[in-house]
């Protein structure tokens, strides 16, 4: 298993451009959750999902949109991107059930808006 | 409001134990997660508390007490590959859909 891979690993966006950040997970994990991480802080969640076709706003959505039509994908979305959106996202995964103790993490977007 | 609080940078040599604390104030509570970062990687899942106790995992213990609403990691034997960042996430919820409320992290500083 690959477990959760992200793409790109890297990007540099100009203010007002648009982008699509990918995640896709192989472990068949009902759960995928989206969260972004700036610098010496802890992780903030932007928008989660708890299977296809179902999404929902986390604490930090403004800015920012999510779909998820099939369980393995669950990209995110940036439309006229701010510098406020320079931070690093990562994107996880876990199975159902209320004793699923931990979440699996991709390896995260670096994204730079300039 | 909710917050966790965890100290911001810990230093330690090698071989030693060190003890990381997390206190949080939720507006629920069902379990605390430890997770640990690597600089530029990713969070991997390191232990889960739900009851008030130790949970021994190797070299890594995790402890809780509800009734303080305190946790804190245990890490012994302190090996180089140690050093990162350590987060504490509180679970508010007990059905399947929750999410987690995360520390800032505490970065560990291991010295030769």
């Known amino acids: 298993n690959a477990g959760v891979t992200q793409t790109p690993k890297f990007r540099i966006l100009k203010i007002g451009q648009s982008m699509t950040l990918q995640c896709t997970q192989d472990?068949?994990?009902?759960?995928m959750y989206w969260y972004r991480q700036d610098p010496g802080m802890g992780l903030k969640l932007i928008y989660y999902s708890v299977g296809a076709g179902i999404t929902d706003k986390g604490e930090v959505p403004n800015g920012y949109n999510v779909s998820r039509s099939t369980t393995e994908d669950f990209p995110l979305r940036l439309e006229l991107a701010a510098p406020s959106q320079t931070s690093v996202y990562f994107c996880a995964s876990r199975p159902l059930g209320a004793g699923a103790k931990g979440q699996f993490f991709g390896p995260g977007t670096r994204l730079t808006v300039l | 409001g909710q917050s966790l609080e965890q100290p911001s940078e810990v230093t330690a040599v090698e071989g030693a134990i060190v003890q990381i604390n997390c206190t949080y104030q939720?507006?629920?509570?069902?379990?605390l997660s430890w997770y640990q970062q690597h600089d530029g990687g990713a969070p991997t899942f390191l232990s889960y508390?739900?009851l008030d106790g130790l949970e021994e995992t190797g070299r890594f213990s995790s402890f809780l007490s509800r009734s303080d609403s305190y946790g804190y990691l245990l890490l012994q034997e302190l090996q180089m590959k140690d050093s990162a960042s350590y987060f504490c996430?509180?679970?508010?919820?007990?059905?399947?859909?929750?999410?987690?409320?995360w520390g800032a992290g505490t970065k560990l500083i291991i010295k030769p």
């Open positions: 472990m068949n994990h009902n759960y």
């Open positions: 508390n739900a």
């Open positions: 939720t507006s629920g509570f069902y379990g």
């Open positions: 996430a509180v679970r508010e919820r007990g059905d399947s859909n929750y999410q987690l409320i």
